[in-house]
């Protein structure tokens, strides 16, 4: 792992809270306030991962964007094809996780935010399939931009295609 300079370090810090407060003033605006914690458990995983790991396999941007989206869709379809919330939760973490492999986007978080789904309670649970879109996909995107904006501090580009 390369070692970031006190100019990185001070960008992806500042880049990692700036982002974190904007997704949770988003999903406190679309979710009740007593399940917004929920939702930003994985958010706030996968700032750590953008943010303090940017080269990492798990951190770019298909992987964290795309392993948010799959395991939601798999949380939803969880949550509503299992009355057992347990049995639910506990299916869903590794079918997320095959299926974040089959399309290449393994990002660890992405369990989290398959389990948010399915235990989110009635304002979660209320969203469907949309919760694929609110909040997950817009965090995920909040996160992704201020993590690049943070990037331009670097030496290096760490959301390079590969």
Same mark, same amino acid.
């Given at each position: ?19 974190? @407060?904007?997704? &949770?003033?988003?999903? $406190?605006?679309?979710?009740? /306030?007593?399940?917004?914690? *929920? !939702? ?39 949550? @509503?094809?299992? &009355?057992?919330?347990? $049995?639910?939760?506990?299916? /869903?973490?590794?079918?997320? *996780? !095959? ?50 904006a943070a990037g331009t501090f ?9």
């Amino acid at each position: 792992m390369e070692e970031m300079s006190l100019k990185e370090q001070l960008a992806t810090v500042v880049g990692a809270f700036v982002a974190t @407060i904007v997704a &949770s003033f988003f999903s $406190l605006m679309i979710l009740e /306030a007593e399940h917004t914690p *929920m !939702i930003l458990a994985s958010t706030g995983a996968s700032a750590m991962l953008i943010f303090a790991l940017p080269h990492a396999k798990v951190s770019q941007p298909w992987n964290l964007v795309g392993g948010h989206l799959v395991s939601a869709f798999v949380g939803v379809s969880c949550c @509503i094809l299992i &009355s057992n919330d347990v $049995l639910a939760s506990s299916i /869903a973490i590794p079918v997320a *996780m !095959i299926a974040m492999h089959v399309m290449r986007c393994l990002h660890p978080p992405g369990g989290a935010t398959a389990v948010t789904a399915v235990i989110g309670g009635p304002a979660v649970e209320s969203l469907g399939y949309a919760f694929l879109i609110i909040p997950v996909f817009f965090n995920s995107i909040i996160l992704l931009s201020f993590a690049m904006a943070a990037g331009t501090f670097r030496d290096d580009n760490p959301f390079e295609v590969r």
